[in-house]
């Protein structure tokens, strides 16, 4: 068995284990430990609790030994330094013309090394800038690229729940979430309802989905009930139905029941059907004997229809003759009254007589009787 704490060396950050030696220590001290970029002061977040040692594995480095009031002055000053070392990095980005965004300077413990943070759309060629910064600050110049994700944790915020963001109050690591997390829980896929301020899917879709899921946390409890899918043949309680639609937070489904009639039960009051027991219940239905069809009633018998288009000689008839006809729905209609003058019925009949056109043309367009075509007068 080992002992092991837990320490953090950002204010919210991931922890990295430790072997605390012959130190007490307990969470809230102040410490100095061994890291890849040297000596770093962090915090204790966890009392020393032992593990089981695995074959292996690497050994874990030793607390080097508390924080004392000179630590805790340098790491004051080492804040005030990072201030000015922030407003001269912003000028030389501007001298440059750099396409970047500077979000934190920070300082070792040792002073030994600045790391520069700053967020870009792309590949940034910053070699001349790591010169300037050199010659000003006389120390190793480090300029780390971030995401969106980070850039939020380290400057922080207000959700859109009200709260403060969780990345930057006790989230250590980022953990992976996906659109499908979002499906699973019933959410509006909508990108502006379910992503954070830094325009990422919100760190929270993380939290309840294995409650929606079975996921491996679900594993070493009960096996849980699942829910019934939609539109299939259950079994209720009321009688059989068809699954409409289903509620995963509160573990309901909602039914149709046969008779017509709409349901909500919750997933352990409900057991869904096999194949043969649907089929089972389907053969009475279709032996019941159908019903014989519908008398029709006595209908009047139609009158006969009479030609659309009438011949010359009906027509011809219905004027002159007042003949009496009958329109499409079999109703008598008074013959048809010629109002007209008798110059213009004469104009009309002369419409209607052949020309003589031999005539005209042996003649030169005269007729024989020398009056221009007109009757000898008398």
Not at 86 to 94: E, G, N, P, T
Not at 185 to 214: F, V, W
Not at 218 to 232: C, E, F, I, L, T
């Amino acid at each position: 068995m080992q002992q092991v704490v837990s320490v953090r060396l950002q204010e919210v950050g991931k922890l990295y284990p430790y072997d605390p030696g012959q130190l007490d220590l307990q969470p809230g001290d102040k410490v100095i430990v061994d890291t890849q970029r040297g000596m770093e002061c962090g915090t204790v977040m966890t009392p020393p609790r032992e593990v089981v040692e695995e074959e292996g594995r690497e050994k874990l480095s030793v607390v080097h030994r508390k924080a004392n009031e000179q630590d805790l002055q340098r790491l004051a000053e080492n804040k005030e330094r990072e201030q000015k070392a922030y407003a001269i990095c912003v000028q030389k980005i501007h001298q440059h013309e750099l396409a970047m965004k500077l979000v934190k300077v920070e300082y070792t413990f040792d002073r030994n090394k600045i790391v520069f943070y700053f967020t870009a759309d792309g590949r940034i060629d910053f070699r001349e800038l790591v010169k300037d910064l050199a010659s000003v600050f006389h120390t190793r110049i480090e300029l780390r690229q971030i995401g969106v994700r980070d850039e939020a944790k380290i400057m922080g915020g207000i959700g859109c729940c009200g709260r403060p963001l969780c990345c930057a109050s006790f989230l250590g690591e980022f953990q992976p979430v996906s659109i499908r997390m979002a499906k699973e829980q019933n959410l509006s896929l909508n990108p502006t309802k379910i992503s954070g301020i830094c325009g990422r899917l919100m760190c929270c879709l993380k939290y309840e989905n294995d409650t929606y899921c079975a996921g491996e946390c679900m594993k070493r409890r009960k096996p849980q009930v699942q829910a019934p899918a939609q539109g299939s043949r259950v079994a209720t309680v009321d009688g059989d139905g068809k699954v409409i639609s289903t509620n995963e937070q509160r573990r309901t489904a909602t039914i149709l029941l046969d008779s017509s009639r709409t349901i909500v039960a919750s997933w352990e009051d409900i057991v869904e059907k096999d194949e043969e027991d649907q089929e089972t219940a389907v053969q009475p239905t279709e032996m019941e004997e159908k019903r014989p069809p519908r008398e029709r009633r006595n209908q009047r018998p139609r009158r006969p229809r009479r030609p659309r288009h009438a011949s010359g000689e009906e027509q011809e008839s219905r004027r002159h003759d007042g003949h009496r006809g009958q329109d499409k729905q079999g109703r008598q209609h008074r013959p048809h009254r010629d109002n007209r003058g008798p110059r213009e019925q004469g104009h009309e009949n002369r419409r209607h007589q052949p020309r003589d056109r031999h005539n005209r043309r042996d003649n030169g367009g005269h007729s024989n009787n020398g009056n221009g075509g007109r009757e000898p007068q008398a």
